[in-house]
T-cell receptor, first 116, second 110 residues
Framework: GAVVSQHPSRVICKSGTSVKIECRSL??????MFWYRQFPKQSLMLMAT?????????EQGVEKDKFLINHASLTLSTLTVTSAHPEDSSFYIC????????????FGPGTRLLVL | GQNIDQPTEMTATEGAIVQINCTYQ??????LFWYQQHAGEAPTFLSY????GLEEKGRFSSFLSRSKGYSYLLLKELQMKDSASYLC???????????FGAGTILRVKS
């Protein structure tokens, strides 16, 4: 199947700092990427839909100024958690939809963020 | 609104067959997905159904009935490594975003 990478896989930061997470589709062009957050023992919650070359669409309750999304190319989307707080500690997962195949989203390996 | 229901936990024996059910109520439907997620890892794609019927892929099969808003994932010849969380997700009619159920934790015992 298609491959999606995320970097970093794990990050620890101090409260108040910003953290950037990269999501790359390695062997296909992703016109659309999705960012999810997952708290322990809970399911994935969609945060935003990232479309190449346009503004991201945020889900209700997700602060767009706090979670900045940039999708500058067909293979890269970034999520920046600005002024991180301990409650932002979570597992952040991106997924990408292959522009050629309308069916499946492929998930990246996830980024575990711990804010101290 | 959108509502997806799955059992919270299931336990089955190695070598047996287990069926994980998923019912959904969504505003529009454009496909149902099953993902497997091991603890601390990202989900991996298992199956996709958009038409009624059974899709078989090795030890895994997935069934869909759109009129009933119902799907199940069937796992045969269970192995210990199948112990994981199984997520049911529905794609709405417009856009491509998936709405996930809470997941079913499957424990396979020897």
């Amino acid at each position: 199947g298609a491959v999606v990478s995320q970097h970093p896989s794990r990050v620890i930061c101090k409260s108040g700092t910003s953290v950037k997470i990269e999501c790359r589709s390695l062997d296909f062009q992703a016109t659309t990427m999705f960012w999810y957050r997952q708290f322990p023992k809970q399911s994935l919650m969609l945060m935003a839909t990232s479309n190449e070359g346009s503004k991201a669409t945020y889900e209700q309750g997700v602060e767009k100024d706090k979670f900045l999304i940039n999708h500058a190319s067909l293979t890269l989307s970034t999520l920046t958690v600005t002024s991180a707080h301990p409650e932002d500690s979570s597992f952040y997962i991106c997924s990408a939809r292959d522009g050629q195949s309308q069916e499946t989203q492929y998930f990246g390996p996830g980024t575990r963020l711990l804010v101290l | 609104g959108q509502n997806i229901d799955q059992p919270t936990e299931m336990t089955a024996t190695e070598g047996a067959i287990v069926q994980i059910n998923c019912t959904y109520q969504t505003s529009g439907f454009n496909g149902l997905f099953w993902y497997q997620q091991h603890a601390g890892e990202a989900p991996t794609f298992l199956s996709y159904n958009v038409l009624d019927g059974l899709e078989e892929k090795g030890r895994f099969s997935s069934f869909l009935s759109r009129s009933k808003g119902y799907s199940y994932l069937l796992l045969k010849e269970l192995q210990m490594k199948d112990s994981a969380s199984y997520l049911c997700a529905v794609r709405g009619k417009y856009g491509n975003k998936l709405v996930f159920g809470a997941g079913t934790i499957l424990r396979v015992k020897s």
